[in-house]
């Protein structure tokens, strides 16, 4: 039952249906599960790669080949021989005669048998093969957590863009009331034209940043859309009661060596320079002899008649079946430094991937470290804002009351106002940052799972 509403749900989101309290994170991760083309890609990858360890088995196995063909015809031709005329007399006389064969059936067969005995290079190509099976595997993991990363940063963007135009809509609803109540205070006295200029100034500013608001939601919007495949409007947004947790262990040292250990992508890069050490052992049996065991069958069988000078027909049958074994040693003598120079190039291919492993283990621990500072810091910077968002709501309050007894400007209450919507913004910005980096982290640690998406999504508001 569960299954069955899961796909009803999953059809809903992927034909434009939204849910009635908006689209949460699991759902839009369930949907570009099944649309998004990267993860769809390396899918492709991991079963073509798995087609390596069968493909290197099998040149380990007995290769079998069989041979049959049937057919008929005519020949004929001469035959010119030398011979004693008569027989003792010594008089050597050279003698032709013609001959006409009809074949009426000639069938002709081979069954032939052939097992490796001994080539390094195909036994060495196995183990890379199961090398090569387990790295697509990697890879395919690590291309599911970064489309659980991709996914989150998407949505989380949309969120933010969409907090970003509301804001801008309210800045500039504002600011309009704002500029109406500055014209008739100027009207009857209150205020100087310098204060209308003012009003004025930055509601034209405020229809610019509208227009711009608008242009970075669509853009978010695209960006989700390229992963799921469809466009998503209602997206369900963090609760107020979004826990913020500092990383455990409470320690970026130990999230580096636990990254250092399990991180998919430096394992893939472990890997690849194992399969490139593998091909230096493989292009070095090219000095290596080889040797093939052969076992064959052949079989002959022909129904055919036969005249001579022209005379009657006569029966020229014949059939042959024979078997055969051997023993084939090749030994390389010389191939005019090619197998040298293909050596010293996958030597040098090997010390590349080798490097490229330090370079991905110190990208790892950098990545880790700023994944780890960026959540404990978040944290402290959402818990920050919080405060100035309500610090900004008291000092807009405090200017719109100056502001009615002409203590405060215009220009204050604009200032104050923006304070308010910045804070606002950038509050709801952060918070939408430590998820994400949350869940950085964890795809650092190589530790992302369906799980931390789910328990992400708790923290939705229902």
Same mark, same amino acid.
């Given at each position: 039952?569960?299954?069955?509403?899961?796909?009803? @749900?999953?059809?809903?989101?992927?034909?434009?249906?939204?849910?009635?309290?908006?689209?949460?994170?699991?759902?839009?991760?369930? =949907?570009?599960?099944?649309?998004?083309? $990267?993860?769809?890609?390396?899918?492709?990858?991991?079963?073509?790669?798995?087609?390596?360890?069968?493909? !290197?088995?099998? *040149?380990?196995?007995? @290769?079998?080949?069989?041979?049959?063909?049937?057919?008929?015809?005519?020949?004929?031709?001469?035959?010119?021989?030398?011979?004693?005329?008569?027989?003792?007399?010594?008089?050597?006389?050279? =003698?032709?005669?013609?001959?006409?064969?009809?074949?009426?059936?000639?069938?002709?067969?081979?069954?032939?048998?052939?097992?490796?005995?001994?080539?390094?290079?195909?036994?060495?190509?196995?183990?890379? $093969?199961?090398?090569?099976?387990?790295?697509?595997?990697?890879?395919?993991?690590?291309?599911?957590?970064?489309?659980?990363?991709?996914?989150?940063?998407?949505?989380?963007?949309?969120? *933010? $863009?969409?907090?970003?135009?509301?804001?801008?809509? !309210?800045?500039?609803? !504002?600011?309009?009331?704002?500029?109406?109540?500055?014209?008739?205070?100027?009207?009857?006295?209150?205020?100087?034209?310098?204060?209308?200029?003012?009003?004025?100034?930055?509601?034209?500013?405020?229809?610019?940043?509208?227009?711009?608001? &608008?242009?970075?939601? /669509?853009?978010?919007?695209?960006? @989700?859309?390229?992963?799921?495949?469809?466009?998503?409007?209602?997206?369900?947004?963090?609760?107020?009661?979004?826990?913020?947790?500092?990383?455990?262990?409470?320690?970026?040292?130990?999230?580096?060596?636990?990254?250092?250990?399990?991180?998919?992508?430096?394992?893939?890069?472990?890997?690849?320079?194992?399969?490139?050490?593998?091909?230096? &052992?493989?292009?070095?049996?090219?000095?290596?002899?080889?040797?093939?065991?052969?076992?064959?069958?052949?079989?002959?069988?022909?129904?055919?008649?036969?005249?001579?000078?022209?005379?009657?027909?006569?029966? *020229?049958?014949?059939?042959?079946?024979?078997?055969?074994?051997?023993?084939?040693?090749?030994?390389?003598?010389?191939?005019?430094?090619?197998?040298? /120079?293909?050596?010293?190039?996958?030597?040098?291919?090997?010390?590349?991937?080798?490097?490229?492993?330090? %370079?991905?283990?110190?990208?790892?621990?950098?990545?880790?470290?700023?994944?780890?500072? $960026?959540?404990?810091?978040?944290?402290?910077?959402?818990?920050?804002?919080?405060?100035?968002?309500?610090?900004?709501?008291?000092?807009?309050?405090? /200017?719109?009351?100056?502001?009615?007894?002409?203590?405060?400007?215009?220009?204050?209450?604009?200032? !104050?106002?923006?304070?308010?919507?910045?804070? &606002?913004?950038?509050?709801?910005?952060?918070?939408?940052?430590?998820?994400?980096?949350?869940? %950085?982290?964890?795809?650092?640690?190589?530790?992302?799972?369906?799980?931390?998406?789910?328990?992400?999504?708790?923290?939705?508001?229902?």
């Amino acid at each position: 039952m569960h299954i069955i509403l899961r796909s009803l @749900l999953l059809l809903l989101i992927f034909f434009g249906v939204s849910t009635v309290n908006g689209t949460d994170l699991e759902e839009v991760y369930q =949907v570009a599960l099944v649309s998004d083309p $990267a993860l769809r890609e390396a899918n492709a990858n991991r079963m073509a790669s798995a087609e390596a360890s069968p493909q !290197a088995r099998a *040149a380990l196995l007995p @290769l079998i080949t069989g041979f049959y063909s049937r057919g008929n015809g005519d020949s004929s031709g001469s035959n010119t021989f030398q011979q004693e005329v008569p027989p003792g007399s010594g008089n050597i006389q050279t =003698v032709s005669s013609t001959f006409r064969t009809h074949v009426q059936d000639d069938t002709q067969w081979r069954l032939q048998v052939q097992q490796s005995v001994f080539r390094w290079d195909r036994i060495v190509g196995l183990k890379q $093969a199961q090398k090569q099976v387990a790295q697509a595997e990697v890879d395919y993991q690590a291309a599911e957590q970064d489309l659980m990363v991709r996914v989150a940063e998407a949505y989380f963007n949309v969120l *933010a $863009a969409k907090d970003t135009l509301d804001a801008e809509v !309210a800045n500039k609803d !504002a600011t309009k009331r704002q500029l109406e109540q500055a014209e008739k205070r100027f009207e009857v006295g209150l205020i100087a034209i310098t204060d209308v200029l003012e009003a004025q100034a930055a509601y034209d500013l405020s229809l610019a940043t509208d227009i711009g608001a &608008r242009r970075f939601l /669509s853009t978010a919007k695209e960006s @989700l859309r390229e992963i799921t495949g469809r466009y998503i409007d209602e997206l369900k947004r963090p609760g107020n009661d979004l826990p913020l947790v500092n990383p455990d262990p409470a320690n970026a040292d130990e999230w580096v060596t636990q990254s250092l250990k399990n991180n998919l992508a430096l394992n893939s890069t472990r890997l690849q320079a194992d399969i490139a050490k593998d091909q230096v &052992r493989i292009n070095r049996s090219g000095h290596l002899p080889t040797i093939d065991f052969f076992a064959s069958r052949t079989g002959f069988d022909r129904d055919a008649n036969r005249s001579d000078q022209g005379g009657p027909f006569g029966p *020229a049958d014949s059939s042959n079946n024979s078997t055969n074994y051997s023993l084939q040693l090749n030994i390389p003598i010389y191939s005019g430094g090619n197998t040298s /120079s293909i050596v010293r190039q996958s030597v040098y291919r090997h010390r590349a991937a080798r490097e490229r492993v330090e %370079r991905v283990a110190r990208e790892t621990e950098r990545s880790t470290r700023d994944a780890y500072d $960026a959540v404990v810091s978040q944290i402290a910077r959402v818990r920050a804002l919080r405060r100035a968002v309500e610090s900004n709501e008291k000092a807009l309050q405090a /200017s719109e009351a100056g502001f009615e007894v002409g203590t405060r400007t215009t220009v204050d209450v604009l200032d !104050a106002r923006q304070g308010l919507f910045r804070a &606002r913004t950038s509050y709801a910005r952060t918070r939408y940052d430590y998820i994400v980096n949350v869940l %950085r982290l964890k795809q650092a640690a190589g530790s992302l799972s369906d799980q931390d998406i789910a328990e992400v999504n708790s923290w939705l508001a229902r």
